[in-house]
């Protein structure tokens, strides 16, 4: 069986994360990409080294250009700019501030990506991300079931890490899911966790369920505020854990960032939902039934996400 081809745009922390969990699962062989010169290659070269050690047997290399990305099965885009300090004011700028930035250098790689390698499924990280999605879309002209964003996959995670913390249980028998646009206005959805079948809130008091939703809100800028930017360890797992999903077509429930057509109500946005991911990318649409208040809340974020998608000018 021939070897499946990932190419990661941007080989920063994420990026560069992803092609290391992507080998050490074996999945691909990987080309890294970045616009600055040296890095790509140089992390490319670093990961390869590590082979005879960590027992993979795949190809991963750097550039600055895409002739090498040619086929690819899977493109991740994390190239932009991340949530930063201001040097000069101090102050972080919010996700939805980097919309017009990002939109130009995610523009940018998207056109390069749809050329060489047209059949691709392209997995979007870059923030905001529901936004990026839509530029993405917009840029390769690819079907919607073929461009995902990663945000769901990170918020849910980050969402059971803190269950499991404060439970004294293992990570793998918390179920739960967390929806919306991937930023303040996410939906965990508390009615729909369990510890392993056991509904959230008899082993949970209110206060403390309710404190832990509210964490995993801030769970990006909790990290930007320990360690002066964004995370990457977590969002690269969720990345890989969508790839892994698509290149092995396991049929996996992910809630991802999706093109929605009249579902939940929405019509032509990106809003995060449980989707199925297998070889073709989107392969359905779970519509949940939400009550009044969950809707209301997933109301507020694609009110949300709909505002940044506003200033994309699309
Ligand atoms: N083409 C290719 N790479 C680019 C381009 C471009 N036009 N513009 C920027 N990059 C690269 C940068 O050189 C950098 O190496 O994208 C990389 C981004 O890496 P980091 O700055 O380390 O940012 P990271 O933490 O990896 O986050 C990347 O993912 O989670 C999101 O909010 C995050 O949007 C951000 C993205």
Known sequence: MARSKVTVVGAGNVGATCAHWIVSRELADVVLIDIV????????????????????????????NYE??????????TAGVPRKKD???????????LVKTNQKIVG??????????????LVVVSNPLDAMCHVVLQESGFPSERVIGQAGAL?????????????????RDIHGIVL??????????????????????????????????????NGGGEIVGLIGVSAWYAPAAGTVEMVEAILKDQKRV?????????????????????ALLGAKGVERVIVM?????????????????????NILGY
Do not use: C, W
């Not at 992910?254 to 449980?274: F, H, M, Q």
């Open 87 to 97: 040097p000069v004011t101090g102050k972080f700028p919010s996700r939805d501030e």
């Open 108 to 121: 940018e790689v998207t056109r390069q990506v749809a050329k060489y390698s047209p059949n691709a499924i």
């Open 289 to 309: 039934d939400l009550n009044d208040d969950e809707k209301a809340m997933l109301d507020i974020s694609a009110k949300a996400v709909q505002d940044v998608v």
């Open 155 to 171: 918020d849910t995670a980050r969402y059971k890490t803190f269950l499991a913390q404060e439970l004294g249980v293992s990570v």
């Open 68 to 77: 090498a990305t040619a086929g690819s099965d899977v493109v991740v885009i």
């Open 180 to 217: 919306g646009g991937h930023g303040d206005t996410m939906v965990p959805l508390p009615r729909h966790t369990s510890v392993a079948g056991i509904p959230v809130r008899e082993l949970l008091a209110e206060d403390k369920l309710q404190a832990i939703i509210q964490r995993t809100r």
């Open 254 to 274: 992910i809630p991802s960032a999706v093109y929605l057509r009249g579902e939940y109500g929405y019509n032509g946005l990106y809003i995060g939902i449980p």
């Open 37 to 64: 010169e040296g890095l790509p290659q140089g992390k490319a070269l670093d990961l390869a080294q590590s082979a005879p050690v960590m027992g993979f047997d795949l190809n991963i290399v750097g550039a600055n």
